[in-house]
Structure formats: structure tokens, C-alpha cells
Nanobody, 124 residues
Framework: VQLQASGGGLVQAGGSLRLSCAASGRTFSNSGMGWFRQAPGKEREFVAFISSSGGSTSYADSVKGRFTISRDNAKNTVFLQMNSLKPEDTAVYYC??????????????????WGQGTLVTVSS
């Protein structure tokens, strides 16, 4: 399984970006997917999760109401729509595939495949 994240860039505070994560492999539609982020000098933290069918989502409190996770199983792609961006959203964003199970989890150990990351920079 390979995950390729894209869509990062430089945006002003209040702006929007849409991240994409393209997955290889036939098991994408059977797997929950998550987005994490890591700011300079900080631990990698959970951002959002979507179940294999897309019917269930979960968000970190810091992004709830501003970010939306979605997926297109026909295209093996998961998305993260980020609106009302803040400087504190600046980080490298990673997509990840849940190891097994269908319920949301914020724990990095529950994900076994990771993309390479895409940098999001929000200027004030």
C-alpha cells in the first residue's frame, strides 16, 4: 500500500485548502483513513478520521466545524477540506490507513501505512 498526499501550500489566515491522498492497493475501500499533522517541534497529532464507507467521521476539537474529511472509493482517494485556516494550522499533514477496525481512533499506533506528508503554511 502506498499513500501519496498532495494539495498543501501557502495560504492566508481565513483561507481554504483541499488536501488529497491517493492510495494504491485493492483494500482502500475496506479501510478507515485518517489525517494527522505535525507542527515544527511538536508531536504528530490526530486531525480527522473517516470510516471505510464514509458514513462515519470524527474530528479533533481544534478543527471541528472548519475541516471536512471525505473519500471517493472509486478513485482510491481521501480528502481533507480545510476552511477558515488559522496560523496554528501550519504543519505537515499526513494521511494514514487504519490498521484494522472501523471505529474512529486518534492513536498513531492504530494506523499502519502513512503518506509522505504535505506542508500547509498559514500566514497571519
Amino acid at each position: 500500500v502506498q499513500l501519496q498526499a498532495s494539495g498543501g501550500g501557502l495560504v492566508q489566515a481565513g483561507g481554504s485548502l483541499r488536501l488529497s491522498c491517493a492510495a494504491s492497493g485493492r483494500t482502500f475501500s475496506n479501510s478507515g483513513m485518517g489525517w494527522f499533522r505535525q507542527a515544527p517541534g511538536k508531536e504528530r497529532e490526530f486531525v480527522a478520521f473517516i470510516s471505510s464507507s464514509g458514513g462515519s467521521t470524527s474530528y479533533a476539537d481544534s478543527v471541528k466545524g472548519r475541516f471536512t474529511i471525505s473519500r471517493d472509493n472509486a478513485k482510491n482517494t481521501v480528502f481533507l477540506q480545510m476552511n477558515s485556516l488559522k496560523p496554528e494550522d501550519t504543519a505537515v499533514y499526513y494521511c494514514a490507513r487504519r490498521r484494522s477496525g472501523s471505529y474512529p481512533t486518534p492513536y498513531r499506533g492504530d494506523y499502519n501505512y502513512w503518506g509522505q506528508g504535505t506542508l500547509v503554511t498559514v500566514s497571519s
